[in-house]
């Protein structure tokens, strides 16, 4: 019998985009290409790699499954909540995005792939598994376990990103590929990929060296997969609501509980807590922002919270249960933005903004809109009643734990594709606060 063959596809969401194709065979890479176009030229690569005797496993950086019309899958949501904090959330897929014509090119090419080579939609990977299998992969949240990055690798070209900054993005990411000669699997190989010059490349050649290397990624995750077998990978969501395979060794779950968020973060905001922290779903969806409005809520809160906090301080430490619970209460303002989201069945920032209606109730907060389209909703806070409350109560203190800490991680939970710059807050003696929402750009037609 042949040796197992690993595939990494960078699947295009359309034919009109070119998908990146990588093979990896005896530990070393043999293939890649950045010039992959419709579904038949991806078939054709598979075959001139897969002798018919050979098991494979074949990773897809694409939504394979999306059951859902709007909003985003469990897996897109339980990614972007343990993984955020590298800048390694997952945007959201649903039907509305990436149909065409009906049909989601991921579910056609599983469906082909089955068809023509046997190949079943497998997560977790079977250890050193006989048969053929295909699996959703996410490179960025793979990288920081891989590489024990911080966060994420800026390489993608974004508003902003200047072009030196991108290619020595690439170089660095040339870099990481080649230490995986040193891993556990062991890959080499790499030279044709790893020794071109990315400063020097422009457009379309930049492009296909991108393709390649998440393609290299792709391939070296279900690599890692097969040889270390299920308890080595984290599978998000399922295969019937659409699932993501990421690597995790045991060391991973260390550092998702005590890496900090810093990109995009200001000073004196806590960081977002992992998933894992709390648990999920404990409780009925919360309805009491529609019912009794925030201000009152967070009133109620207080006053319960805050003769809780001082008498846990004088027996653990004030800045420990301060601490514990600045984390609990970010934790809880993420899945309520997810929940929020899906009571709206809409994560838009036209929705977001809406919904702030229960955050002005009873005149709680003065905003003055500065800007808002599909993809900014800038405004001021020229009054905030929550800062007056928390002062009235004599905790003003509390007032950014209780309060202000919540806003970045409540579009987190409400849409990970959303990113919050806030420089000051009343809360903290400012004139005025500053909220500014981008929606991140999702690449024409890619995952």
């Given amino acids: 019998m042949s040796s197992p063959?690993?595939?990494?596809?960078?699947?295009?969401?359309?034919?009109?985009?070119?998908?990146?194709?990588?093979?990896?065979?005896?530990?070393?890479?043999?293939?890649?290409?950045?010039?992959?176009?419709?579904?038949?030229?991806?078939?054709?690569?598979?075959?001139?790699?897969?002798p018919a005797d050979a098991a494979a496993v074949i990773g897809v950086d694409a939504p394979l499954r999306v059951p859902n019309l709007g909003g985003r899958r469990r897996a897109d949501h339980e990614v972007s909540l343990a993984w955020g904090k590298f800048d390694a959330g997952a945007y959201p897929a649903n039907r509305t995005l990436l149909s065409r014509d009906?049909?989601?090119?991921?579910?056609?090419?599983?469906?082909?792939?089955?068809?023509?080579?046997?190949?079943?939609?497998?997560?977790?990977?079977?250890?050193?598994?006989?048969?053929?299998?295909?699996?959703?992969?996410f490179p960025h949240p793979?990288?920081?376990?891989?590489?024990?990055?911080?966060?994420?690798?800026?390489?993608?070209?974004?508003?902003?990103?200047?072009?030196?900054?991108?290619?020595?993005?690439?170089?660095?990411?040339?870099?990481?590929?080649?230490?995986?000669?040193?891993?556990?699997?062991?890959?080499?190989?790499?030279?044709?990929?790893?020794?071109?010059?990315?400063?020097?490349?422009?457009?379309?050649?930049?492009?296909?060296?991108?393709?390649?290397?998440?393609?290299?990624?792709?391939a070296y995750i279900v690599f890692y997969a097969w040889q270390h077998g299920p308890a080595y990978q984290r599978v998000y969501g399922s295969i019937e609501e659409g699932h993501i395979l990421i690597p995790y060794p045991a060391s991973i779950a260390a550092k998702l509980q005590n890496s900090p968020r810093t990109e995009g973060q200001t000073a004196g905001v806590a960081p977002l807590s992992p998933v894992d922290t709390l648990p999920v779903h404990t409780l009925p969806v919360d309805t009491l922002n529609a019912r009794i409005g925030v201000l009152t809520r967070r009133e109620v809160e207080a006053r319960l919270l805050a003769p809780l906090v001082a008498a846990l301080g004088d027996a653990f430490g004030r800045e420990e249960v301060?601490?514990?619970?600045?984390?609990?209460?970010?934790?809880?303002?993420?899945?309520?933005?997810?929940?929020?989201?899906?009571?709206?069945?809409?994560?838009?920032?036209?929705?977001?903004?809406?919904?702030?209606?229960?955050?002005?109730?009873?005149?709680?907060?003065?905003?003055?809109?500065?800007?808002?389209?599909?993809d900014q909703f800038d405004f001021n806070v020229t009054r905030c009643r929550y800062a007056e409350l928390y002062q009235a109560?004599?905790?003003?203190?509390?007032?950014?734990?209780?309060?202000?800490?919540?806003?970045?991680?409540?579009?987190q939970g409400f849409n990970p594709a959303v990113e919050l710059t806030r420089t000051q807050t009343i809360m903290q003696g400012a004139p005025y606060c500053d909220f500014r929402y981008r929606r991140q750009p999702i690449e024409p037609e890619k995952k």
């Fill in 5 to 50: 063959v690993f595939i990494g596809l960078d699947l295009a969401w359309s034919e009109r985009n070119r998908t990146g194709g990588a093979v990896i065979r005896e530990g070393g890479l043999v293939a890649a290409t950045g010039l992959l176009t419709d579904d038949a030229s991806i078939e054709a690569f598979i075959a001139a790699h897969l």
């Fill in 102 to 137: 009906g049909s989601v090119r991921g579910e056609t090419l599983v469906e082909r792939l089955g068809k023509r080579f046997g190949c079943v939609e497998t997560a977790p990977i079977p250890h050193r598994g006989k048969g053929r299998y295909i699996c959703e992969v």
């Fill in 142 to 218: 793979a990288h920081v376990v891989l590489f024990d990055l911080p966060r994420t690798l800026k390489y993608k070209r974004k508003s902003g990103r200047a072009r030196e900054a991108i290619a020595a993005e690439f170089t660095r990411y040339q870099q990481l590929l080649t230490m995986l000669s040193n891993a556990e699997p062991s890959l080499t190989g790499l030279e044709p990929v790893t020794a071109l010059d990315a400063g020097l490349l422009r457009g379309r050649a930049l492009q296909e060296l991108e393709e390649k290397l998440d393609a290299i990624t792709c």
């Fill in 322 to 374: 301060i601490a514990v619970v600045r984390d609990a209460i970010i934790r809880i303002a993420q899945e309520q933005g997810s929940q929020l989201a899906q009571s709206m069945e809409d994560d838009s920032l036209a929705a977001f903004a809406d919904s702030l209606r229960f955050w002005t109730q009873d005149h709680a907060l003065e905003i003055e809109v500065l800007a808002q389209d599909g």
């Fill in 393 to 411: 109560l004599g905790i003003p203190e509390l007032g950014a734990v209780l309060s202000c800490n919540r806003d970045w991680a409540l579009i």
